[in-house]
């Protein structure tokens, strides 16, 4: 494993990415976790799948196509090769909801404040 992945947890014990895989047909859910781990185990993931956003404060993009959507997760880098996913939701635009890009930057401060 060249990466390892952890879901963000508030300080008020909630997993907002958890609750957001658990929202997901079985089938997404599936895909996510496929995706979750070539991003572990490959020394160069392709960008389809794993991007930093240009623009924000450290947060990086998870990308899963399925059928005909698409899903964006959200996190950071601590240490290097320890990736934490905060949140994320189903793209039905052609942006990127930058709601939810600022709500992975609060988790990241909130992260870093309370480590």
């Keep these: ?3 390892r992945v952890e879901f963000y ?3 008020n014990g909630k997993s907002p990415i ?3 895989l658990r ?3 079985k089938e997404v859910r599936e895909k996510v976790l496929w995706v979750l781990k070539i991003i ?4 160069r993931v392709p960008i389809k ?6 623009g924000t404060d450290g947060i990086w993009e998870v990308k899963v196509e399925y059928e005909s959507n698409i899903y964006r ?3 950071f880098f601590e240490k290097n090769r320890l990736i934490i996913l905060t949140n994320g939701y189903q793209k039905k635009s052609n942006k990127t909801n930058r709601k939810e ?3 992975a930057e609060n988790y990241r401060k909130e992260y870093i404040k309370n480590k």
């Design 1 to 3: 494993m060249i990466r």
């Design 18 to 20: 958890s609750d957001f």
């Design 23 to 25: 929202s997901l047909k």
């Design 9 to 11: 947890t508030t300080i």
């Design 73 to 75: 997760l959200f996190g």
């Design 40 to 43: 572990q185990d490959m020394d």
């Design 101 to 103: 890009i600022k709500l």
């Design 49 to 54: 799948y794993f991007k930093k956003l240009t």
